[in-house]
């Protein structure tokens, strides 16, 4: 027996609208690490996770990957903004710990992570629409990957860049391979080798940032972005520009780098890590020195592979870099060093990484050779 319950057209509404927000509820609170919100005609990324700042993980990639899609195919939209919440970072990196404890369980999830980030940083390469990363904040690893392929990127005085992956067994990815080699003279492979940080109005000296704005101006620029109507590339980039000229903080201090500039050409010119640890030691500066410090704390294993990333990388496009970055990903997941640098830099905290091999005339060509070898059926399909 069924009852039929006569409700007033009022009341109906009433129940529509809470299913409505029952089922926004559910479906926010399933992506709630990411946000996602159409502005105007701008579609706007929210990295969710400030207590985590921002780092970023396989759900969130799997968020932002096909609105990004749907974005793209959608007429109503101009253009796509990415920011991350709270006051600290836009992304400080992917969720190494995560993927950690699957490597070592043998679980898919260090497979799918880096193959499914890596899907999205080549997607964000690609992005036919204006695309527009406000790295304001801790921006390093897997935050690089979701701003520096996209067309515009905005650093402020509060923006900290670093591909620190060396001190933890691993090797600068998310397109690094492309992008760091890129950059004038050896100061990709510089900062690739040795996970050296770049603060503010440096990381846009450099070519990572494409403009400079102050954070304070970064909400207005927000507002001002997303009322823009049908925007060409051109047209965004002139509102970028006219905010990068009211923005003259720090414009006065030197790069950082400026008085190494040509130290680093000359010093990390050479055919292997060995030699640029020879060219070190020999040059004796108190800078020279201070890199062969830091290049001694690094996994031996991870430099080798990134001196040859980055090398090859220079010749590739940013495709058969990310297949090639893949294949490195899953060596390391295979290997020793990953682990022990997480245990040592992330869960321990004693920053005294067991490297094995523990030097880098251990670390056999054949070994870095393997992990740039084809893995067949699982190789990264773009």
């Known amino acids: 027996m069924s009852f039929i319950i006569l409700t007033s057209p009022h009341r109906l509404r009433s129940i529509c609208r809470m299913k409505r927000i029952q089922g926004h509820m559910m479906s926010s609170k399933a992506g709630s690490e990411v946000l996602f919100e159409k502005v105007g005609n701008a579609g706007v ?18 968020h932002i990957y096909p609105q990004l899609k749907k974005w793209d195919k959608d007429s109503e939209t101009d253009l796509v903004v990415i920011k991350g919440a709270g006051e600290k970072a836009f ?22 992570f880096f193959r499914e980030e890596y899907i999205l940083n080549n997607t964000i390469g690609t992005y036919p629409k204006p695309y527009v990363a406000l790295i304001d904040g801790i921006t390093m690893g897997g935050g690089v990957g979701l701003s520096v392929h996209g067309r515009f990127r905005v650093a402020t005085e509060k923006t900290l860049f670093a591909m620190p992956e060396t001190g933890i067994g691993l090797f600068p990815d998310v397109g690094g391979g492309y992008f760091l080699p890129r950059l004038q003279g050896k100061l990709g492979l510089f900062l690739a080798l040795t996970g050296i940080r770049l603060k503010g109005r440096d990381v846009q ?23 823009l109507k049908s925007p060409s ?10 905010y990068q000229e009211q923005s003259s903080l720090d414009a006065e201090k030197p790069f950082v780098l400026q008085e190494q500039t040509e130290a680093i050409d000359r010093l990390f010119s050479a055919g292997s890590v060995e030699e640029i640890m020879e060219n070190l030691k020999k040059d004796g500066s108190a800078f020279a020195l201070k890199q062969t410090e830091t290049l001694s704390k690094m996994s031996p294993t991870s430099l080798k592979l990134t001196f040859r990333q980055i090398q090859e990388g220079a010749r590739m496009s940013l495709q058969e870099v990310l297949v090639m970055e893949y294949r490195l990903s899953q060596a ?38 393997e992990c740039f070898s084809s893995l067949g059926e699982r190789d990264l399909k773009l």
């Open 332 to 369: 390391c997941m295979r290997g020793h060093d990953f682990y022990e640098g997480v245990r040592a830099v992330l869960i321990d905290k004693d920053q005294s990484p067991k490297w094995n091999p523990s030097t880098l005339s251990e670390v056999s060509e054949q070994a870095i050779e």
């Open 45 to 62: 990324i929210t990295l969710n996770r400030p207590k985590a700042l921002n780092a970023l993980n396989l759900t969130m990639i799997r």
């Open 205 to 227: 000296r450099v070519g990572l940032a494409t403009h400079f704005v102050q954070s304070d101006k970064i909400a207005s620029l927000e507002k001002d972005l997303v009322d």
């Open 91 to 112: 992304c400080a990196g992917g969720d190494i710990r995560a993927i950690t404890e699957a490597g070592k369980t043998g679980d898919s999830l260090a497979q799918d």
């Open 233 to 242: 590339n051109i047209d965004v980039a002139q509102l970028l520009d006219s």
